[in-house]
């Protein structure tokens, strides 16, 4: 019998799996199509790490153990993950962006510049805002390759003495008493313990909790510039940095540098989409799909130019946009993330680890009661 079975292999599967390993746990992953796949949240090159989270200050703690945990499996596998690149923060000062980011950065002592709208121009040409914009500058932040740290994430975990079968599509799972059983569509397995962390495909191992779960689909864009340089970043931090333009109604457009090699801006819209069947995504990109990114180029007149490559992903909302990390409430030795509501992947380590102490010992030091199902039961 394995001492723990986690469902779903991606991003916070491969790091339940990897701190699992690397503790001594019997760990079995389960993954239904290949690891690191595209058919999930958790492609599309890069994902963002900000430390001045607008969404709740309750997040900084996770996100600072976040950053050392990205740090460490960079050491570990002697792979490079994370590019501390900075990002700006653009928005009205009253918009949620820009007033969530300065409250968690007061709160946490983080440091960070307030930009005005001159210091802006001087600074960022390449953002044309409205005058009564303002920016929010944080060095400390960046993106993570998302594809490549699954894949070191389960490689580390593997050669950690973990097992991660692809192709392994689950039917259901049972709990009786100390044990757990998962059965897929060759096989049944057996565990002390189970995470589950199934993305996009969680609310339907859940359904029984009174939790929906909203699956979205979500689409992603590169524009070719006519000129590359004024979005170049030499991957140390120099030039232009990652960026979020923030909206009154708490959508923003958010993007990346080009960095060495690429010649590709990519951006997108975070706002939730039209709801979807993960199983049955439409991957067919519609000119309004092409129109929710394009629409910021009047604040980034530099960046007209070609679409030459888009994608499509999910999210899975939660009811109020925030995490789900908690307890089965009538199996205790079932233990549940997902819900991330399109903004989860930069956190991978520490909820990884979080997950792999509660199901080995019960508790985590990581404060996460805020994300606990309770606040859906009032």
């Known amino acids: 019998m394995h001492d723990v079975i986690v469902l779903g292999v991606g991003t916070f599967g ?20 290949s690891v ?21 200050p309750d997040y900084v703690p996770l996100l600072q153990r976040a950053h050392e945990g990205w740090k460490a499996l960079e050491s570990r596998s002697g792979v490079r993950l994370f590019h501390e690149v900075g990002a700006l923060y653009l928005g009205h000062p009253q918009s949620e962006l820009m007033a969530g980011s300065l409250e968690a950065a ?3 002592g983080l440091a960070h510049r307030v930009l005005s709208r001159a210091d802006l121009a001087r600074e960022f040409p390449p ?15 960046g993106f993570v390759l998302p ?12 050669r950690s003495g973990a097992t991660v079968l692809e192709g392994a599509r689950v039917k259901g799972w049972t709990a009786d008493g100390g044990s757990v059983t998962v059965h897929t569509e060759s096989a049944a397995y057996s565990a002390r313990a189970l995470i589950v962390t199934a993305g996009a495909w969680s609310g339907r191992l859940i359904a029984d909790l009174g939790v929906p779960l909203v699956v979205t689909r979500q689409v992603l864009g590169w524009v070719q510039p006519a000129s590359d340089e004024p979005f170049r970043n030499d991957g140390e931090g120099n030039g232009f940095p990652c960026w979020a333009l923030g909206y009154a109604d708490g959508s923003l457009h958010y993007g990346f540098p080009i960095m060495p090699g690429e010649s590709a801006l ?17 991957r067919t990109i519609t000119p309004d799909d092409e129109a929710t990114f394009r629409s910021v180029m009047g ?25 789900i990390i908690d307890r089965h409430p009538r199996h205790t030795n079932v233990w549940l993330a997902c819900g991330f509501s399109g903004h989860g992947f930069k956190f991978a380590p520490a909820i990884g680890g979080a997950m792999a102490d509660l199901a080995m010992r019960g508790r985590t030091d990581l404060p996460i009661e805020f994300l606990s199902m309770k606040r859906f039961r009032s």
């Open 14 to 33: 491969a790091a339940a799996c990897e701190a699992l390993a690397r503790g001594g746990a019997k760990v079995l992953g389960l993954e239904q199509f």
């Open 36 to 56: 690191a796949h595209n058919r999930g949240s958790h492609h599309g090159k890069s994902r963002m790490f900000r430390m001045a989270y607008y969404e709740h």
């Open 127 to 141: 953002f044309h805002v409205p005058d009564d914009h303002a920016g929010f500058l944080e060095r400390r932040a």
């Open 106 to 108: 007061r709160r946490h």
């Open 266 to 282: 990519k951006i997108a819209l975070h706002a939730r989409g039209v709801e979807a069947d993960p199983d049955r995504l439409d």
């Open 299 to 323: 604040v980034l007149p530099g960046a007209r130019g070609p679409t030459v490559r888009t994608c499509v992903c999910m999210y899975t909302n939660s009811p109020d946009g925030h995490f």
């Open 147 to 158: 594809e490549l740290a699954i894949e070191t994430m389960v490689d580390l975990a593997r």
